[in-house]
């Protein structure tokens, strides 16, 4: 099948990071992939995607800002003519790397809260970051970019949308995002821990749209549901292979940013072969494109080509096999997976095991032969 430009490149520059979220998305086997593409590698990476016709890039990780070649890697993007922006916890953002940044053409930055209390937010992220973020929210202000802030949200904040809500307000976003938890990779770990209960989500949602229609034309609110509550799979990625292009710290090409835990699909690696090549003619981006590789129930099924048979990964994950309709699907044969997890969560008792926190030592401790968690 043709593909079309790869409009959205990510580029997730390295997978250290100073937090060490429970649902962060980066693999779980993160440690072992340590060898990081260098500023000439993203250089031509940057170069060849935009001339296959990519128009946005993100930097993102890990941590990207600790990376001190960032602000070559940003004014290299801007010079060639992309939307750029920086996914960050902020730290590492000190008010000279964001004159410079801005010198360089970055365009909009986009701040990852995990709480309105600096309570939850250190406890999350596993480090006493709030007060700092608090001070990058004004410098990103102070630089006159567009702030965009991000929380993802859980059962243990979902509880206080409408203090992130107050808290944006004050930081001055113009944007924010309440991501409800995907659970992959260390969120799939921590799962049982982070689902909320539906009451806790359709609370959540109420609160959400009156502060949003209170809030209209001042600040923008985005409230990303849960796949697990709704019973219907969601349009991943816009479709595999069809928007989004991911190139991991040590040069991976990906259609998403986890699909390197898929067994059996060879992803090139960009050190190798041209983003070109990879996007495509490689088995791993062509694999499924479009319809043609489903099976039942997705093949007959008339919202096929709305959701395109879900996420790869939530079906590798949850039902073993990356080519199956994505479980959280009612019409899917292993659909009892996920009402298995929702059910725990509905009950509400508090979880048996404590929060893995992504750090290296637990990434090589769950990536030992035979470790259970
Ligand atoms: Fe990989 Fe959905 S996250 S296809």
């Not at 990071?17 to 000439?40: G, I, K, M, Q």
């Not at 206080?160 to 944006?168: G, Q």
């Not at 292009?245 to 050190?271: E, I, K, S, W, Y």
Request: one cysteine or more.
């Amino acid at each position: 099948m043709n593909a079309g430009p790869p409009l959205w490149l990510l580029a997730e520059l390295t997978y250290r990071c100073p937090l060490h979220c429970a649902f962060c998305y980066n693999p779980v086997d993160f440690a072992r992939h340590e060898d990081e593409l260098s500023t000439e590698d993203w250089l031509r990476i940057l170069r060849e995607a935009r001339a296959l016709g990519a128009v946005q890039c993100g930097f993102s990780g890990g941590e990207p800002l600790v990376r001190d070649d960032l602000e070559t890697l940003v004014a290299e993007a801007s010079r060639l003519g992309y939307y750029t922006n920086l996914l960050t916890s902020g730290v590492g953002l000190t008010a000279e790397r964001a004159r410079a940044l801005r010198a360089a053409g970055l365009d909009h930055v986009q701040l990852s809260f995990q709480d309105s209390t600096q309570e939850v937010n250190d406890f999350l992220s596993h480090t006493r970051t709030f007060d700092l973020k608090n001070r990058v929210a004004g410098l990103i202000k102070a630089q006159g970019w567009p702030m965009v802030m991000n929380v993802v949200l859980h059962r243990l904040n979902i509880g206080h949308v409408d203090r992130i809500v107050e808290m944006a307000q004050a930081l001055g976003a113009e944007y924010l995002e309440l991501a409800n938890t995907q659970y992959y990779s260390w969120a799939l770990h921590n799962r049982e821990q982070l689902m909320p209960t539906s009451q806790q989500l359709r609370d959540a949602e109420a609160v959400v749209d009156a502060l949003r229609e209170r809030l209209a034309g001042r600040m923008r609110i985005f409230f990303v549901a849960p796949d697990y509550h709704e019973g219907r799979p969601k349009r991943c990625v816009n479709g595999w292979g069809s928007t989004f292009l991911t190139v991991t710290p040590d040069g991976l090409a990906l259609p998403c940013h986890t699909a390197r835990m898929l067994p059996g699909l060879a992803f090139p690696n960009l050190r190798e072969t041209s983003v070109q090549h990879a996007w495509q003619d490689s088995d791993g981006f062509n694999r499924f494109r479009g319809t043609a590789w489903m099976k039942e129930p997705c093949r007959s099924c008339d919202q096929r080509e709305e959701d395109l048979g879900g996420c790869r990964c939530q079906a590798f994950q949850l039902a073993g096999d990356a080519a199956a309709a994505d479980p959280v699907c009612a019409k899917s044969p292993d659909h009892a997976v996920v009402q298995a997890a929702l059910a725990i969560a509905e009950r509400g008792e508090p979880p048996a095991r404590p929060l893995v926190f992504r750090s290296p030592a637990n990434s090589r401790r769950l990536d030992a032969p035979g470790a259970a968690g």
